[in-house]
Structures are given as structure tokens and as C-alpha cells.
């Protein structure tokens, strides 16, 4: 099956090169899915001005893939976690390679979380796992991406009793309730907006991120996953082994717009803010990465 990229004749024209500094909270780059794309992935990245992106690794044997990428490129910000889905496929020795990735470079602790929503799960694993790998941040002080489905009373829970890292921690692809939101902001939570929140059946989470204080929202492509409606997207993509359609992080610029729609800003506004609170998480990863 060819690998080149796929394109669709109602697709809008490419974008000439952008002048806005745009960052992506997260994304999972190493995908194997994006793999045969990477060249052009990365040019298009560059076009569009994202200038960092969070890279999350999922588990032990992805860890290697974002490590190299990070090495590869200033834009990365290394993550290095547990997914909940994944951590059945753990070692005996996952604290210490964790570690070991951690003090390869400067990287943040992700993506983590608890999820039950997927079947089968294993709630007690998942916390362990968790709860260790938030001490793990919360010792060396680095930034955290949580994942939450079906759990955020309880993540709440684990929140509170902490240790948490000082420099705080994003909940990536926020869907709890709104009525949280205070009390995690307080914590020390970033919220992070996907494009797939566009999508008309999103509204509650949509109503949630309008609640969200500007000085605690981060914007996310969750690339290749987490795809924004056909209208909205301006890279079309399919996985060249499945042909099924995922997420260019190229997209970026397009969540930007529709998180500006969302929130009622000029897009200029909206970039400024964003940059200034990836900064107040990321920043020292960041200021390692890019000069």
C-alpha cells in the first residue's frame, strides 16, 4: 500500500507558512501510524509554526521512540509514563527504566492516569501505578500529563492526598465535570483542549472548557488520535496500513481556531495566553529544548 499522504479534493488549500507560535500539550509522535509520514510531518510542523510539543510516551516499549525523536528535534519535549491501558504489559523493573528515561534528558511524567472505561480494567493497578509515578514527578518536579476516563471522583481523590509536582500538571483532553474545575485549578491543574471536542456530540465537554480560567487552558492535537471534524481539518491523513483516518498534528492551528471560537477570542489572544501557560508548566523542559 503506498505511503504517501493522502488527500481529499474538498480539502482547503495548504496554509502558507505561519507567523504565530503555537504549542502542542500533547501528542504521540512516536506512533507507528505517523511513522511512514514523519518527513512530511515534520515540514508541516515547521509551516505552521509549532514551535514545542509534549511527546507521551505510553509504555516501556515506546519510551526508546520518544527518547530518539526528542534527541532528533528542539520542538520535542521528551514524556516519559504509564498509560493505565498498558500498565498489565509493566516489568518488574518499569520504576527504574522510568528513571533512566527521566534522567536521559530533561522530560516531563506522562501520559499517566486511570481509566474505566476501557475493557478489561484493573482499577487497583492502575492506581498503584499511578500514585508511584506521581511521586516520581512530584520528587524530581516535573510537569505531569494525567489521562482520566470514568474516574475523576477518584482521581480527585489521589489528587488531594498528593505529593504533586510543584510546577503542576496538565489533564490532558479534559471530559470531567465542571463543577471540579476550581478545586483541580487549585491543585495546580492545566486543562488541555482536543479538537475532537468539536465535534457536535461533545457539547458537555465543550460547556466545561468555556469554564475553564484562561490562565489554566492548553490546547492539544492528541495526534494521531482525537481527529477535529472533516470541515475543520486542514491535513487530511490516513493510516497507511488500516486506511482509516487519524490526526496530523499539523492540525494544531486548527484547534487554536476553534478553541479561540469556543472562548470568544481573537486567535492572537488566545496563541499569547497559551504560550505564556505552557511556559509556566513546561518551561524549564522547554527552555532546554529551544534556545
Known sequence: ????????????????????????????????????????????????????MVVNGSCEADWPRVLELARASPAVLPSFGYHPWYVGERSPAWRERLGEFLDAMPAAVGEIGLDRWIQPHDIVAQEEVFVAQLRIAAERDLPVSIHCLQAWGRLLELLRAGPRPRCGFVLHSFGGPKEMIPELARLGAYFSLPGYFAHERKERQREALRAVPLERLLIETDAPDQCLPPSRTVYPLTDAATGKVINHPANLRAVYLFAAELRGLPIEELVVQVEQNFQAVFGALGRHRVG
Open 1 to 52: 500500500m503506498s505511503t504517501h499522504l493522502q488527500s481529499r479534493p474538498e480539502a482547503p488549500p495548504q496554509p502558507e507558512k505561519s507567523c504565530l507560535r503555537l504549542y502542542d500539550a500533547h501528542n504521540h509522535l512516536q506512533d507507528e501510524r505517523l511513522t511512514p509520514f514523519l518527513p512530511e510531518i515534520l515540514a508541516a510542523l515547521a509551516r505552521e509554526g509549532v514551535t514545542q
